[in-house]
């Protein structure tokens, strides 16, 4: 039976308490591989805490990989699991290791050659948010406080790398909700993650190669194909961007950069566990020329246990650049994006892109770093975050309870702000998507998400583990729909499927 001390548990909850020492015990093996763990109500009754309490302890270290369940049988240790600790020792009690996620990415979408707007279209191929909940009185407010405040400031040339109250304000946020401790003065704040992908080629080299989650975000290959640098498209697995595929390259295609997003891949919505992440950060340190860009994608938005530690956390190598932005968090048309950058591509960035004019206004950026330092960025998100957990569940719930309750089969996770449904019908996709389209349902399908040239007649690679022979799958963006339109949308779903 695990036996805890809850008096040195500090400031931390009993769930976060708990949840780091049967971490621990599991890192230094007094946990061993295979080995069962107490059940819940056995746990409970042991601590002396709620069984609610051991429930989400165990569903968090399930999601990241520590431990496993068999239905009917119990929790149990993973077995064989490679623990990479180096240089990131865990602090039980430490209040800074604490970490509730939050963040936000741009999704690349098709877009239709004559796309209609009209008031009766429902768009799920948007990567809207939900504007309606932002609090623009305090927002408003904001503005006029720093237009009334810093005015001769806002006319002043802004460092490169973006003005230091932003930086600051986003150093004590990484801190508090993503566990990162970095100085103002490695992060780099740009108009959008395209702006910061070029700055990031520039600090690397064009002679890189960089290998990309496919299916995944394809903006990042784009732009690094347009400035000249070579890309090579890597298929998933179950546990996210597979390493295996990467051995299997030719040597002249061996890659010097992974960009991968573990927090919460887009669009499959898989969740790195610890066991791939380990194995990720082995790669890096096997070649000391080795970069990973990690995009922390949607990560703020997980409906159920505590977020998972970035990778840039356990980075002992300091060669993890960490990527977020506000798009989602706030609007696609927010366009701030930051970067945090490992010491040494800091100084690089100083000494050769330090010319570089900022691309955010001055009063932008004051105007974030007050919302941030002043408690309403984290009001906001956890506003929305339950905005669009019960969105997703009445979303979820219609579908399950429509005409195509047999023909559905959703990959649900417990985060991000979309989610994958597979349809069963006769139509090819691309016939499927048109007619959706013509009825005023604007559809992104999980192929859309592949680099074209993995793509082969009646296979797609990357695809295999999240298709289904006879299904159209459907990435289901669901963030800036109206409750109101739900009904529509289940409709045209309706008609497509059932009048093919």
């Known amino acids: 039976?695990?036996?805890?001390?809850?008096?040195?548990?500090?400031?931390?909850?009993?769930?976060?308490?708990?949840?780091?020492?049967?971490?621990?015990?599991?890192?230094?093996?007094?946990?061993?591989?295979?080995?069962?763990?107490?059940?819940?109500?056995?746990?409970?009754?042991?601590?002396?805490?709620?069984?609610?309490?051991?429930?989400?302890?165990?569903?968090?270290?399930?999601?990241?990989?520590?431990?496993?369940?068999?239905?009917?049988?119990?929790?149990?240790?993973?077995?064989?699991?490679?623990?990479?600790?180096?240089?990131?020792?865990?602090?039980?009690?430490?209040?800074?290791?604490?970490?509730?996620c939050y963040r936000d990415k741009d999704k690349q979408k098709e877009k239709y050659q004559e796309e209609k707007e009209y008031g009766d279209f429902v768009n799920l191929s948007d990567s809207a948010s939900g504007t309606e909940k932002f609090p623009f009185s305090v927002w408003n407010r904001i503005f006029r406080e720093v237009l009334k405040t810093k005015g001769e400031e806002l006319l002043k040339a802004t460092p490169s790398e973006g003005i230091f109250p932003l930086r600051e304000a986003l150093s004590e946020h990484l801190k508090t909700f993503r566990n990162i401790q970095a100085s103002p003065l490695r992060i780099v704040i740009g108009a959008g993650s395209e702006y910061l992908y070029s700055l990031i080629l520039q600090l690397l080299g064009r002679e890189k190669i960089f290998a990309l989650e496919n299916p995944g975000y394809l903006k990042p290959g784009k732009i690094f194909k347009s400035l000249g640098a070579e890309c090579v498209p890597v298929p998933l697995d179950s546990s996210g961007f597979s390493l295996e595929s990467l051995k299997k390259m030719p040597l002249k295609k061996s890659p010097d950069v992974l960009h991968v997003s573990p927090s919460h891949h887009f669009p499959t919505g898989i969740t790195m566990p610890v066991k791939r992440r380990n194995e990720i950060l082995r790669w890096l340190e096997e070649k000391k020329d080795r970069w990973i860009i990690e995009d922390d994608y949607d990560s703020e938005f997980r409906f159920s246990g505590k977020p998972l530690e970035p990778l840039q956390r356990a980075d002992a190598s300091g060669r993890v650049i960490y990527l977020n932005t506000f798009t989602r968090t706030i609007s696609p048309s927010f366009r701030i994006s930051y970067m945090v950058l490992p010491e040494s591509l800091?100084?690089?960035?100083?000494?050769?892109?330090?010319?570089?004019?900022?691309?955010?206004?001055?009063?932008?950026q004051f105007a974030l770093s007050e919302f941030i330092s002043r408690g309403f960025f984290e009001k906001h998100l956890i506003r929305m975050k339950n905005y669009y957990r019960n969105l997703r569940n009445e979303l979820i719930g219609k579908l399950n309870n429509s005409l195509l309750k047999d023909k559905i089969h959703i990959r649900e996770e417990d985060s991000g702000i979309h989610f994958i449904m597979n349809l069963k019908t006769d139509l090819p996709e691309k016939e499927f998507k048109k007619r959706a389209f013509e009825k005023g349902l604007g559809l992104s399908l999980l192929s859309d998400y592949v680099y074209p040239e993995t793509l082969s007649p009646g296979k797609t690679a990357g695809l295999d583990s999240f298709m289904e022979q006879g299904f159209v799958s459907i990435v289901v963006n669901y963030s800036g729909l109206k409750k109101n339109k739900i009904e529509k949308l289940v409709s045209v779903l309706e008609e497509v499927v059932l009048d093919s």
């Open 1 to 100: 039976m695990i036996t805890l001390d809850f008096t040195q548990r500090g400031s931390l909850t009993l769930s976060e308490y708990l949840y780091r020492e049967v971490k621990k015990k599991i890192l230094n093996g007094e946990l061993k591989g295979s080995e069962k763990l107490p059940s819940k109500r056995g746990l409970s009754v042991h601590l002396g805490i709620s069984v609610i309490t051991v429930q989400n302890v165990y569903e968090r270290l399930i999601s990241e990989g520590y431990i496993f369940s068999r239905e009917k049988t119990g929790y149990f240790v993973t077995p064989d699991l490679e623990i990479f600790t180096k240089g990131r020792p865990e602090k039980s009690g430490d209040p800074e290791s604490s970490s509730l």
């Open 346 to 364: 800091s100084r690089v960035f100083k000494e050769k892109l330090g010319f570089y004019s900022s691309t955010v206004s001055a009063i932008e």
